[in-house]
T-cell receptor, first 113, second 114 residues
């Protein structure tokens, strides 16, 4: 099992460009999450999807959109990238029972110039 | 108000000694979960330990234990017999709410000294 996969691993964008970060999990988890990690700020939740067909805003949703394409895939879109969106982006998934432990992808390092 | 507070930006510990990393949380939910994650310099997030709000006993996983004091809303991580490989960032996190939203602290950088 690959667990949680993210593409791309690295990306450089110019201000105003758009892009989509892809995330997929093969653990049959119901919930999926997108975080950003900035120095000194820990991880902050951008959007999450508690189950297939639902999405909700987290702490820092402005400038982002998400799509829960199916149970496996959860994508994050930047419509018009800004330098403030330079960050490391993590996708995670978890089950809706037990410990609800989150399994994380390897991250995408995004730089917006 | 911060949901998760980690007040120690950096900690040092001698190899083979025990160390406690502090975490306090803020929630009005009765049902919630508390987690600790390790992030080495390579960047991946590694799950260490979980404590449910209704669990009466402190969680333990090998050299990791979670000192859960519900009335004080604290969930400190204790690492016993520190190893050089324990040098990393450590994040405390909480799950709450009907949608299982997660909140992370700002992290503690632990350095193990030989």
């Amino acid at each position: 099992n690959a667990g949680v996969t993210q593409t791309p691993k690295f990306q450089v964008l110019k201000t105003g460009q758009s892009m989509t970060l892809q995330c997929a999990q093969d653990m049959n988890h119901n919930s999926m999450y997108w975080y950003r990690q900035d120095p000194g700020m820990g991880l902050r939740l951008i959007y999450y999807s508690a189950s297939e067909g639902t999405t909700d805003k987290g702490e820092v949703p402005n400038g982002y959109n998400v799509s829960r394409l199916n149970k496996r895939e959860f994508s994050l879109r930047l419509e018009s990238a800004a330098p403030s969106q330079t960050s490391v982006y993590f996708c995670a998934s978890s089950e809706l029972a037990g410990s609800y432990e989150q399994y994380f992808g390897p991250g995408t390092r995004l730089t917006v110039t | 108000a911060q949901k998760i507070t980690q007040t120690q930006p950096g900690m040092f510990v001698q190899e083979k000694e025990a160390v406690t990393l502090d975490c306090t949380y803020d929630t009005s939910d009765q049902s919630y979960g508390l987690f600790w994650y390790k992030q080495p310099s390579s960047g991946e997030m590694i799950f260490l330990i979980y404590q449910g709000s209704y669990d009466e006993q402190n969680a333990t996983e090998g050299r990791y234990s979670l000192n859960f004091q519900k009335a004080r809303k604290s969930a400190n991580l204790v690492i016993s017999a520190s190893q050089l490989g324990d040098s990393a960032m450590y994040f405390c996190a909480m799950r709450e709410g009907p949608g299982n939203q997660f909140y992370f602290g700002t992290g503690t950088s632990l350095t193990v000294i030989p």
